[in-house]
């Protein structure tokens, strides 16, 4: 390798370094760290008004320092587990019913002429230039009426209605990429409608599905304004009970245990997708 | 009976005529080519026959039934087609298996007929494969396999040669004989190579602007074509104004300011009839001027050009009344490449029963 070479190597390496540090440092600062504080936080007690209570000092043993409490209280009575497991429900059903909604919709929009494409997909988008919760509101006033308001129900057509999108653009993207030669080919060689799509496009279409259904999974396992708004008692979620022991209970090291729980648990889940997409997903 | 009969087909774009008035039928076991330059309308003309579009006007008859209300699943058609549209998410096996599942065939059938179709293509080890881990030319043989796995009665392949390099297209194209023969499937090819054309066809239908300019054997197109495209399009060729100036057994053809030449007689050709002498270069004798030739055809010029491609020579020959002339000359003895410097003095002779006269 010759001088101006090493140097050239060198400086990129360098650049590399440079573009990369500052995202680099926002993700240690602004969520590696609070994740930290958060995983600490688990293990201590709650102070007086909230916060936490100090580590050290002159206090009775059983209120300062660290302590697996927390862990004991989740573990020991099951009406958490139950939170936890009535979530997982609440975000799988809601991730099915916008596989089944956004499906021919991100079908339609990928089948449609070229230039009328861009125009379906902002319409897609289009919910979100108002705000959130005005929309969610909009849902009161839409169900109030059928009497169907703070159900689960309510809660579901709230969470579907706010994450379709999610589903919708990754299928979309997935599904604009396939080859139309190929279903002229599954035609051409005895495919039925049906068979042309269940045994070309949707296996082809298996990464827009993983995608779209974490994209919608796991914003839901935490959602708790949803719940909140349109949901009765019954319906509360991790997210809410998450919410409720920081802003109502004030008593953050257990809201902390809970936000560890449910990492721990989407990161099982995540890990077990993985798992099972790559077989999937190594063919598409 | 032929099997397919392709009956005055016409298919309109708009204003714009894609295929005009096509009128020709396919035999059973027949290697039938569809040839000519980009835009003729070979591919649509095979999508009719697949059934993804349909005539504007005639009709397509395949075993004596017209395939009008007949969808291209039903069909018992099959396409190759350029890009192989391989299933990109099943393993070779799966892909080759796929037009037998669609058949509803039991598993035991499937797997037996699968697996001697890869052995035909030379594929065994690639079973469980996906195409993305194949070369072009495996992944060709992946979609013949395909198509022909349940032996349609007419396969059609829409230039499925045209992404390889050289070397593997004319392997290929051997492979595709020695299949063709050995399945008996009838071919539908279409192709713009016309080198193509002529190694494997058994009969050529040479397309243009949507019509059909001429149908034969290779050798017939090759030696006797009907008109300046064709004599144009099929191989090299030399063509020149020509008047009719005396018809008997032979023609007596005026080249213009070069002179006169006697020619093959053709019917119908009357005295002051204008049209082109068409000739081969492998039909032109070359000699240096100095020599005599026995032709009745000759004329001294100069090497303008040559062109060496190793087994030929042409020699680009300028007349004297400045049309050019390519002759060809083989370089079978060894360490002779080249007889004529540029600008050497050269006889160019042909034989009264070489060439053609073409009017149209
Ligand atoms: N769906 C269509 N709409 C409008 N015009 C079309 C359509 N399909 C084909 N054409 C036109 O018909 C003509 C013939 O097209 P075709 O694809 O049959 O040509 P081809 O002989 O297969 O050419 P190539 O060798 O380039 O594949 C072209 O001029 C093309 O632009
Ligand atoms: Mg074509």
């Keep these: ?284 | 009976m032929a099997l397919l009969e392709i009956r005055n087909v016409t298919r309109r774009f708009d204003d714009f005529v894609a295929v005009d008035h096509v009128d020709f039928s396919v035999n059973a076991g027949e290697f039938f080519t569809l040839l000519g330059p980009s835009g003729c309308g070979k591919t649509t003309l095979l999508r009719m026959i697949a059934g993804f579009d349909q005539p504007d006007e005639g009709a397509i008859v395949l075993d004596g039934i017209d395939l009008k209300d007949t969808s291209p699943e039903k069909r018992p058609v099959h396409t190759v087609f350029q890009s192989y549209a391989l299933f990109p998410h099943m393993t070779v096996e799966q892909n080759i298996a796929f037009p037998l599942k669609m058949a509803k065939q039991s598993e035991e059938e499937i797997r037996v007929k699968v697996k001697n179709a890869l052995a035909q293509v030379a594929l065994n080890d690639r079973a469980t494969r996906y195409p993305h881990e194949l070369s072009g030319g495996q992944r060709q043989r992946v979609a013949l396999a395909r198509g022909l796995i349940n032996r349609p009665r007419l396969l059609l392949l829409d230039e499925p040669l045209g992404a390889l390099d050289a070397k593997l297209r004319e392997q290929m194209q051997i492979e595709l004989i020695a299949l063709q023969r050995d399945i008996g499937v009838t071919f539908i090819f279409v192709t713009h190579a016309q080198a193509e054309a002529l190694a494997l066809s058994h009969r050529i239908a040479v397309m243009n602007h949507g019509r059909i300019e001429q149908l034969d054997e290779p050798d017939k197109l090759y030696g006797a074509p009907k008109n300046r495209f064709v004599a144009d399009f099929i191989g090299n060729v030399n063509m020149h104004e020509a008047t009719v100036q005396s018809v008997s057994a032979t023609l007596t053809l005026s080249l213009g300011k070069l002179g006169q030449i006697a020619a093959p007689m053709r019917a119908g050709v009357k005295v002051g009839d204008v049209g082109a002498f068409v000739i081969r270069p492998e039909q032109v004798s070359i000699r240096a001027a100095s020599e005599a030739s026995p032709d009745p055809n000759q004329f001294v010029g100069t090497v303008n050009d040559f062109l060496y491609i190793g087994d030929v020579t042409t020699y680009i020959v300028n007349l004297p009344d400045g049309e050019r002339l390519e002759a060809l000359l083989p370089n079978s003895a060894p360490g002779r490449a080249k007889f004529f410097e540029l600008g050497d003095p050269v006889r160019v002779s042909w034989k009264a029963e070489a060439g053609a006269f073409l009017t149209a």
């Design chain 1, 1 to 284: 390798m010759s001088l101006t070479q090493a140097t050239r190597v060198r400086g990129e390496r360098l650049l590399k370094y440079i573009v990369s540090a500052p995202p680099f440092v926002f993700l240690l600062l602004f969520f590696l760290l609070p994740a930290l504080i958060m995983v600490v936080a688990s293990f201590r007690y709650p102070g007086e008004f909230g916060g936490l209570a100090p580590l050290f000092g002159d206090l009775p043993a059983d209120e300062k320092g660290l302590t697996l409490e927390n862990y004991k209280i989740f573990f020991s009575d099951f009406i958490y587990a139950q939170i936890f497991l009535k979530s997982i429900g609440v975000a799988a059903l809601t991730t099915l019913i916008c596989l089944v909604m956004a499906y021919p919709v991100a079908l339609l929009i990928a089948r449609s002429p070229k230039k009328s494409r861009d125009l379906m997909v902002l319409l897609c988008v289009l919910p979100f230039a108002s705000n959130f919760l005005v929309r969610v509101y909009a849902w009161m006033i839409i169900l109030g009426p059928f009497n169907l308001l703070f159900s689960r129900f309510a809660v579901i057509v709230g969470m579907v209605y706010v994450h379709l999108p999610f589903m919708i653009l990754p299928l979309y993207t997935n599904l604009e990429k396939h080859d139309p030669t190929l279903l002229d080919a599954a035609q051409d060689l005895g495919a039925n409608g049906w068979h042309r799509f269940w045994r070309v496009t949707f296996p082809m279409s298996l990464p827009g599905i993983f995608s779209g259904a974490v994209l919608v999974f796991i914003p839901v396992l935490g959602m708790f304004a949803i719940p909140e708004i349109l949901g009765g008692k019954d319906d509360w979620l991790v997210g809410n009970m998450i919410k409720e022991s920081f802003l109502g209970t004030r008593d953050w090291p257990f809201g902390s245990m809970l936000s560890m729980m449910l990492t721990i648990m989407v990161l099982i889940i995540a890990a077990l997708s993985t798992a099972f997409a790559k077989r999937g997903m190594r063919r598409a």
